[in-house]
């Protein structure tokens, strides 16, 4: 007779915390939490009545297991590793997203960035310009060929080809998503000149964009926001928004609106 299989959450940690309600509506449901730190041990997970163990402790209770590891995907590898010295079989560790181990970069596929009249991914300064390409009027163009981009450069590094990030030095090898999937909007500009005003006295001596300039940057911005809310109507974004003083930008009321429209934000 098979025994189902009793799933333990590795980490209750502030990831475990944000996720966890989510993690529930979708049926993955812990007997237990597992965690490296003593300090927890014996304890109840915050947001529930559900025990904190020692990993031998809940492996002793629950023999036949699953272990889902709880925190953010750059600690995948690392706590893989862990499990495993400790006598976790490999294919009891379990992720809540679809992930494989390859060459991979924590911005390329998730960081989209757009600065003046360029789409990008990265942010060291070599390759940056490897990577952007013209920005579309169209933002659903953008959004479209920055995942075409993604997604050839991942395959590059799923099958060990050259790519353009060849001597990067944030490539490593992990546990990554296997298909690009836009987290972070990142609304950016070379020394703040579509945003700010400039009339700060310490930076008085950059020149003050014209007002077109104000309003083309604002309504270029704020397309892109309807956009994402539209490609992407059930994920979830931050918003970076730099550089220059946002606030006192002409647009800023309507540029504000879309983030409360936007649930996803």
């Avoid at 995948?76 to 991979?104: M, Q």
């Amino acid at each position: 007779m098979c025994m189902k299989k009793q799933i333990i959450f590795y980490g209750a940690g502030q990831n475990a915390q944000n996720h966890f309600a989510d993690w529930n509506s979708r049926g993955i449901i812990p007997v237990c939490f597992a965690d490296a730190d003593e300090t927890k041990h014996y304890t109840k997970f915050q947001l529930s009545d559900i025990d904190i163990l020692p990993l031998d402790a809940a492996i002793a209770n629950w023999p036949v297991h699953e272990i889902y590891i709880t925190p953010t995907r750059e600690k995948y590898a690392g706590i893989v590793s862990e499990l495993i010295a400790r006598g976790i079989k490999r294919k009891a560790i379990k992720f809540f997203e679809p992930v494989e181990y390859r060459k991979g970069c924590h911005n390329m596929g998730h960081y989209f960035i757009l600065t003046d009249n360029k789409i990008g991914v990265c942010c060291v300064p070599e390759f940056m310009k490897r990577l952007e390409f013209e920005a579309s009027p169209d933002p659903k163009v953008n959004f479209r060929r920055y995942e075409e981009q993604a997604r050839e450069i991942i395959d590059n590094w799923r099958h060990n080809r050259p790519s353009v990030c060849d001597g990067c030095p944030n490539l490593e090898f992990g546990y990554w998503d296997i298909e690009p999937a836009i987290t972070v909007l990142n609304i950016s500009s070379k020394y703040g000149a579509d945003f700010c005003n400039t009339k700060c006295i310490y930076c008085s001596h950059f020149p003050k964009p014209e007002q077109a300039e104000y309003e083309r940057r604002g309504h270029e911005v704020i397309d892109m926001l309807k956009a994402a809310r539209e490609v992407y109507p059930d994920r979830s974004f931050r918003v970076d928004v730099a550089a220059g003083e946002i606030a006192v930008a002409p647009f800023r009321d309507k540029l504000f609106y879309n983030f409360q429209c936007h649930s996803q934000v």
